[in-house]
């Protein structure tokens, strides 16, 4: 199989200048966290319980299901920084989201009434909110996002370590909020590129791996580290290294890894052809080639996945084809929330890959 690589020089931007807005934007926001006025009644009132009782309680709720009483005691009852538990069953928790979604219901005309928005929520009979909504509805004691995924990145290549850190930056942020996130490496140039610093060469995709992983294992999330998620395009030169980067023990613990798959690598895996990498991946004159068999990626793909239950497949044309938000304008980015349909399948699966 045959390589060539063509030279260009590479600029990165300034650290400082990529940091700055978002540094500011996260400053702001742990600012107005602190402002934010807890009623000194309410938390005087309010009765404090211990985690036996919550368990206990929660689990005559469960009609005695031990582990989903757990689970919701240390995952979503109301608690501070200190421990302190506010709520004993899910009940308490629905009757906070109800009255912090009527307050809001209520500025606008015809409000729906917070009795019946907690019917709806009671015994999750009608609605089951995601972890990050029963968590931060109505939470005066913790600084908690309502959504529970996030996909971040850059626009365009960004290939320096100003925008590596940045997307970084962004990455812990989220988490500590308790966002899990995903995104893509695709924009990082193969390892032995070369590289306009002292250490002449690329290391490539997996040492940045490794770093995102550590990033998610250092986020501490009450008990429960960061959810990550990382891809790949196969059209990478670097896809074969991110396929096998977990396979070594210890390695890349804290991130779950897929790999974009696209219609034209499937021809080439069933035709028996040689399959073209390229650095970057969608540019017409790339500065990197690298032809490849694909039916051996392949079944590396396939004998991983069964090892090691890694990596995952997004079948990104199928995805991009098929899947409601085929709508945005970038889907480069867009590895959330996913309608994939295997090649060989009749039906479609919405999962959440975080």
């Known amino acids: 199989m045959g390589e060539s690589f063509v030279h260009e020089p590479s600029v990165a931007p300034n650290e400082q200048d990529i940091l700055k807005t978002e540094d500011k934007k996260m400053n702001m926001e742990e600012q107005s966290a602190v402002k934010r006025e807890v009623s000194s009644e309410s938390v005087k009132t309010r009765p404090i319980y211990s985690h036996d009782e919550a368990v206990k309680a929660s689990r005559d709720y469960f009609n005695g ?23 004993k069953t899910p009940d308490d928790m629905h009757r906070r989201l109800a009255s912090e979604i009527y307050r809001i219901e209520k500025k606008y005309p015809k409000p729906i009434s917070e009795k019946a928005i907690y019917e709806t929520l009671k015994n999750f009979r009608y609605i089951i909110p995601q972890g990050g909504p029963m968590t931060g509805i109505g939470n005066d004691y ?87 998620m990382l891809s790949i395009s196969i059209k990478h030169p670097d896809s074969e290294s991110f396929i096998d980067a977990k396979l070594e023990a210890g390695k890349v613990t804290g991130a779950n890894v897929s790999v974009k798959i696209t219609d034209e690598f499937m021809n080439s895996v069933m035709e028996g052809t040689p399959y073209r990498q390229q650095y970057p991946v969608n540019a017409s004159e790339p500065k990197y080639t690298k032809e490849i068999d ?50 060989s399948a009749h039906t479609t699966a919405v999962v959440c890959w975080l």
């Not at 590596?164 to 966002?179: A, F, P, S, T, Y």
Request: with cysteine.
């Open 65 to 87: 299901d031990d582990l989903a009483a757990k689970v919701w005691t240390s995952k979503y009852a109301l608690k501070d920084s200190f421990g302190n538990l506010y709520e």
């Open 142 to 228: 913790q600084i908690a996002s309502l959504s529970n995924c996030f996909v971040i990145g850059n626009k365009g290549d960004s290939d320096s370590y100003g925008g590596i850190m940045k997307i970084d930056q962004e990455q812990v942020q989220l988490m500590k909020r308790r966002g899990g996130v995903g995104h893509d490496l695709s924009h990082i140039r193969p390892k032995g590129t070369p590289v306009l610093n002292s250490a002449l060469t690329s290391t490539g995709v997996v040492p940045f791996m490794e770093r995102y992983s550590n990033s998610t294992r250092e986020v501490a999330q009450d008990g429960r580290r960061g959810a990550l």
């Open 294 to 343: 694909a039916r051996k990626l392949w079944n590396k793909i396939v004998h991983n996945a069964w090892k090691s239950a890694e990596p995952g497949m997004l079948f990104w044309d199928t995805i991009k084809r098929e899947s409601v938000p085929d709508c945005y304008a970038d889907m480069r980015q867009y590895q959330q929330t996913l309608a994939v349909r295997s090649p």
